[in-house]
């Protein structure tokens, strides 16, 4: 029996009577399955136990998918006061579970290569490594630690407390990677979250969904932790903010949604757009500089918006940096004529990133211009001036300009100004640790990866915990449990103080 269960056992016979009669009537009038909490809570996972979803069930009704946003966030309220009563344990318990379900290898295989086959974007191999980070490393429960204050006046706590419905918006680069992060973090933080995910995402998100609502069935968690719709569309997005329901808004993805979170007037994240720059100065280890630059810039074809996207390099070392990153997978372009098919490809008539080409491989835009290389090339290297669109535009492809200048000081400077106010993420390799503290601190970004690839940021090859919602626009930076939870105030008058 689960806590919520159990917690019915210290009310009395009618508020018993009343919170069953509320449940039932809230599932019967929305559609919504209400959990009997009589499945074993933490039964030990077993492989034969695996969960999954078949390939024509994926878009049906069920399983946390509704037929409209309405109904998808009447089903996850009531869930989540459901929720409120489980125990922590039970808590812990689900949060595994949505990790054991994103891990079976079968699972794991599937959403990777769904992802990247629909979208058009990335890469499976890319796409496998960071479904995988955001299963075993986004933190849980843990990460709400409570304070305490005691003196002659009693005992205060501090604790975070979940905000009810949350409404997550989630991006076409990382889909299942954010729906993973995002189901963890919002329900170990005790919520309920309506996802709407990007309508060129929709199959894998809503198997990601149902994979999840599947595996917290066996564990006997309230039914609809964890929702979305039938068909993902700009119009249901807009009717999830405006739900009177929703208390929260989390958008992961360009400055257009953020923008529009902030202005609902509700509680609202923006994880918004980057342009990370990484800069190379003459005292950095420029072999090593090279390659990790070469494998950054090439994770999941550029599409992370932590990735490099324009090196800024110290003349001094600039062509041996670009020798070095030839022997690493660069494949660099200097004729006029490529670099201006280049720019037709990528760039449309509004000067943005052509979506066609975004998350595309190095070895494809290269045949797009009639450049027949092998799978060694990784990324596209080009010299090119700091105003280049190349530079300035936040292309999500393995096209990367490098722009020279004469001093690591004019480096850090160029780099703030191209990153462009996002404080998102920016990329050093360097030996001087004050002019490594220099661009930390006049960069301002919420990563800064010193000497390594920019993944190393999200924990791949770094140390510290994952996640996929890099809240820089409203500075919860990376988003965790705590971030998606209310800081409220316990307080006992003259008591409970043991000192
Ligand atoms: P996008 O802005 O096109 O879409 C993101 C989400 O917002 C999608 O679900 C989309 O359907 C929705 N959306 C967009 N415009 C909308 C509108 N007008 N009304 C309602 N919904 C709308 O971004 P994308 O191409 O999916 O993702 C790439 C962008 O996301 C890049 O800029 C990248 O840097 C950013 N990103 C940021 C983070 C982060 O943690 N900061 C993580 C991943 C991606």
């Given at each position: 029996k689960c806590g919520w269960e159990r917690s019915k056992s210290s009310e009395s016979p009618n508020d018993i009577m009343v919170t069953d009669i509320v449940a039932k009537l809230l599932a019967e009038k929305h559609g919504g399955r209400v959990s009997d909490c009589s499945a074993p809570v933490g039964c030990p996972y077993k492989a034969s136990d695996a969960?999954?979803?078949?390939?024509?069930e994926m878009t049906?009704?069920?399983?946390?998918?509704?037929?409209?946003?309405?109904?998808?966030?009447?089903?996850?309220?009531?869930?989540?006061?459901?929720y409120q009563f489980c125990s922590m344990q039970a808590r812990q318990q689900f949060i595994d579970g949505i990790r054991e379900v994103t891990l079976v290898q079968d699972n794991l295989e599937r959403i990777s290569r769904m992802g990247?086959?629909?979208?058009?974007?990335?890469?499976?191999?890319?796409?496998?490594?960071?479904?995988?980070?955001?299963?075993?490393?986004?933190?849980?429960?843990?990460?709400?630690?409570?304070e305490a204050q005691s003196g002659d006046n009693g005992l205060t706590l501090v604790e975070y407390s979940a905000f009810g419905v949350i409404g997550a918006i989630t991006p076409t680069t990382n889909p299942t990677e954010t729906i993973i992060c995002n189901s963890i973090g919002m329900l170990a933080a005790g919520n309920a979250v309506v996802f709407s995910p990007h309508p060129r995402a929709t199959e894998v998100s809503l198997l990601m969904i149902k994979l999840i609502n599947r595996k917290l069935a066996t564990l006997g968690a309230p039914a609809n932790l964890v929702v979305t719709v039938q068909t993902p569309s700009i119009d249901n997005t807009n009717a999830m903010m405006a739900h009177?329901?929703?208390?929260?808004?989390?958008?992961?993805?360009?400055?257009?949604?953020?923008?529009?979170?902030?202005s609902t007037g509700k509680k609202a994240i923006g994880a918004g757009a980057g342009n990370p720059p990484v800069v190379v100065d003459e005292t950095?280890?420029?072999?090593?500089?090279?390659?990790?630059?070469?494998?950054?810039?090439?994770?999941?074809?550029?599409?992370?918006?932590?990735?490099?996207?324009e090196i800024i390099a110290v003349d001094q070392i600039a062509d041996y940096l670009i020798s070095c990153m030839k022997k690493c997978g660069a494949y660099l372009?200097?004729?006029?004529?490529?670099?201006?098919?280049?720019?037709?490809?990528?760039?449309?008539?509004?000067?943005?990133?052509?979506t066609s080409c975004v998350g595309k491989s190095a070895v494809y835009l290269l045949d797009k211009v009639g450049i027949t290389v092998d799978d060694s090339v990784k990324i596209i290297l080009i010299d090119l001036p700091k105003d280049h669109p190349f530079v300035q535009e936040e292309l999500m492809m393995p096209i990367l300009?490098?722009?020279?200048?004469?001093?690591?000081?004019?480096?850090?400077?160029?780099?703030?100004?191209?990153?462009?106010?996002?404080?998102?993420?920016?990329?050093m390799h360097s030996t001087n640790v004050r002019k490594l503290t220099k661009?930390?601190?006049?960069?301002?970004?919420?990563?800064?990866?010193?000497?390594?690839?920019?993944?190393?940021?999200?924990?791949?090859?770094?140390?510290?915990?994952?996640?996929?919602?890099?809240?820089?626009?409203?500075?919860?930076?990376?988003?965790?449990?705590?971030?998606?939870?209310?800081?409220?105030?316990?307080?006992?008058?003259?008591?409970?103080?043991?000192?």
């Amino acid at each position: 029996k689960c806590g919520w269960e159990r917690s019915k056992s210290s009310e009395s016979p009618n508020d018993i009577m009343v919170t069953d009669i509320v449940a039932k009537l809230l599932a019967e009038k929305h559609g919504g399955r209400v959990s009997d909490c009589s499945a074993p809570v933490g039964c030990p996972y077993k492989a034969s136990d695996a969960i999954t979803v078949a390939e024509g069930e994926m878009t049906t009704l069920g399983d946390g998918v509704f037929a409209s946003m309405d109904e998808a966030v009447n089903a996850a309220e009531l869930a989540q006061r459901q929720y409120q009563f489980c125990s922590m344990q039970a808590r812990q318990q689900f949060i595994d579970g949505i990790r054991e379900v994103t891990l079976v290898q079968d699972n794991l295989e599937r959403i990777s290569r769904m992802g990247a086959e629909q979208t058009g974007m990335g890469n499976y191999e890319h796409k496998l490594i960071k479904n995988r980070i955001a299963a075993e490393k986004t933190p849980g429960i843990e990460d709400l630690t409570t304070e305490a204050q005691s003196g002659d006046n009693g005992l205060t706590l501090v604790e975070y407390s979940a905000f009810g419905v949350i409404g997550a918006i989630t991006p076409t680069t990382n889909p299942t990677e954010t729906i993973i992060c995002n189901s963890i973090g919002m329900l170990a933080a005790g919520n309920a979250v309506v996802f709407s995910p990007h309508p060129r995402a929709t199959e894998v998100s809503l198997l990601m969904i149902k994979l999840i609502n599947r595996k917290l069935a066996t564990l006997g968690a309230p039914a609809n932790l964890v929702v979305t719709v039938q068909t993902p569309s700009i119009d249901n997005t807009n009717a999830m903010m405006a739900h009177p329901k929703v208390r929260m808004l989390v958008a992961t993805g360009g400055p257009g949604i953020v923008k529009t979170v902030m202005s609902t007037g509700k509680k609202a994240i923006g994880a918004g757009a980057g342009n990370p720059p990484v800069v190379v100065d003459e005292t950095a280890d420029i072999e090593k500089a090279a390659q990790d630059i070469v494998n950054g810039a090439s994770f999941d074809n550029n599409l992370p918006c932590i990735a490099e996207k324009e090196i800024i390099a110290v003349d001094q070392i600039a062509d041996y940096l670009i020798s070095c990153m030839k022997k690493c997978g660069a494949y660099l372009v200097s004729d006029p004529a490529v670099i201006t098919k280049l720019e037709k490809l990528v760039i449309n008539t509004k000067g943005t990133p052509e979506t066609s080409c975004v998350g595309k491989s190095a070895v494809y835009l290269l045949d797009k211009v009639g450049i027949t290389v092998d799978d060694s090339v990784k990324i596209i290297l080009i010299d090119l001036p700091k105003d280049h669109p190349f530079v300035q535009e936040e292309l999500m492809m393995p096209i990367l300009p490098l722009v020279r200048v004469q001093t690591v000081d004019e480096a850090i400077d160029l780099a703030v100004e191209v990153e462009h106010g996002n404080r998102h993420t920016a990329i050093m390799h360097s030996t001087n640790v004050r002019k490594l503290t220099k661009m930390a601190k006049l960069i301002q970004t919420t990563i800064f990866v010193k000497n390594g690839p920019s993944y190393a940021g999200i924990g791949v090859g770094g140390e510290g915990y994952t996640t996929f919602t890099i809240a820089g626009p409203t500075g919860e930076g990376l988003t965790s449990p705590k971030s998606f939870a209310r800081r409220r105030k316990c307080v006992m008058v003259e008591a409970l103080n043991v000192r």
